[in-house]
């Protein structure tokens, strides 16, 4: 009976962490399934404006970082992440019910509505940059090491299921264009987003009282370097090579699995004359693919507590087999091979996102969670937005300027992604999370070292020395 009991608060523990990604993924596809449809189509903003509006919160990643600092150090009624995630949580879905209007305007013409807009985008980016660093320090605090990859694999599960069905909700609410049916739904926000984060994070967190506040607060400046938010990660980075090496981990197989994402669709219809129907089941296919396997990988981890390493260096590799597939499937023109690929290059890049999202979670100190894992959300930004502008660039410097053919190109392109998922996975075998935490100590250790002799410095030339 014990045994039941205690695995199912293990479920209810593990579906109330996942229960903020509701929120994330339905401003997610808000932005990219709607947003970016209605103002580029219904009304004719300039899509590269709404591009660079969109991919804003990539760049804004930093506040990772320097939240995650700041709450480290700075609980709010002794909790360092809930009030953090709340606060972020009401920011960012408010910004959602001036979007309609703002949207409006721009299509009218109005120069200061695109000033707003980019306002709204740049407070949405910062609230989703503290959202995601106090949800994962947040996770990475109160799930045992052992459990996190199945934690990790139904937390992101549901983060695209939320997509999904965020965008049947926008397709019954809003078949047709108007303004007041996009305000209507956009009026939904506050309430998805706020009611989720209440439900998955409210009593999940331990209260720190009294001197275990001091203590905490002690502990986060001693396991970290001195100075500002920036400037402490970039210390962490070149004092700890294993810090070092899994960032350029993290940022090298964000960019090479996403170099695809905006140029996957015009792959079909240019190689192969595909339609509109058929290259959106492209999406479909891959993201089948990635659910599938964080699902089975989740499951098998959780039973036979498999290494976190081994598990993203199989995603990398499978998923480099897949990207493999593709350029051929480009170079030779076969069609047939371009749903199989997807699917298999999705399933082991499932198998990548619960590995590398639990050495994450191993990669960070006491007491220093929330700078650690805004250093990692800073890499896997980073490397979105890095491959959605090479991406791009690739596709107008080759295909574009008629430097190589289309299905060249693509086989170009798709072989640069292989690479880089090979070299991904050279990095992370030579990365050991029980390495990261020895050089942690040894740098604790130096500072502790230098506070001391900074102390006897200031003590002479006082005159105490004397």
Known sequence: ?????????????????????????????????????????????????????????????????????????????????????????????????????????????????????????????????????????????????KDRSTVISVVWTLSILSAIIAAGVMGARMPEYSPEAMQSLYNLTPFVVIGSTLIGVLGMEKRLKGEEIALAIEKAESVAPTGNPIKAAIGVLKENKQASGFFAFVFISIFSIFLQDIILEPFGAEVFGMNVEETSRFQQSWGGGVLIGMLLIGVIAGVFKFNKRYIAIVGCVGTALGYAALAMAALTTTQAWVTPALVFMGFFTGFFNVGALSMMMDMTVEGATGLYMGLWGMAQAFGNGSSAIVGGALHTGLIGSGLLAGETAYFVIFGIEAVGMIVASVLVVNLSVSAFHDLVAVGQNKRKRNLTLDDAVIAMDSGFGA
């Open 1 to 145: 009976m014990n045994m039941i009991i205690r695995i199912l608060r293990g479920v209810v523990k593990t579906l109330r962490l996942s229960i903020p990604k509701l929120g994330v993924g339905w401003m997610f596809a808000l932005l990219t399934i709607n947003f970016n449809r209605i103002t580029i189509v219904e009304l004719s903003v300039p899509a590269v404006t709404v591009a660079i509006m969109l991919a804003l919160h990539y760049y804004l990643s930093p506040f990772q970082v320097i939240s995650g600092r700041f709450a480290d150090r700075h609980p709010i009624f002794g909790l360092r992440r809930t009030p953090y995630l709340i606060i972020a949580s009401v920011v960012a879905s408010l910004v959602f019910l001036a979007l309609p209007a703002t949207a409006q305007a721009m299509g009218e013409g109005i120069a200061l509505a695109y000033l707003f807009g980019f306002g709204l985008l740049f407070i949405y980016g910062v609230s989703i940059a503290v959202m995601g660093d106090s949800h994962h320090s947040l996770i990475a605090e109160v799930v045992e090491p």
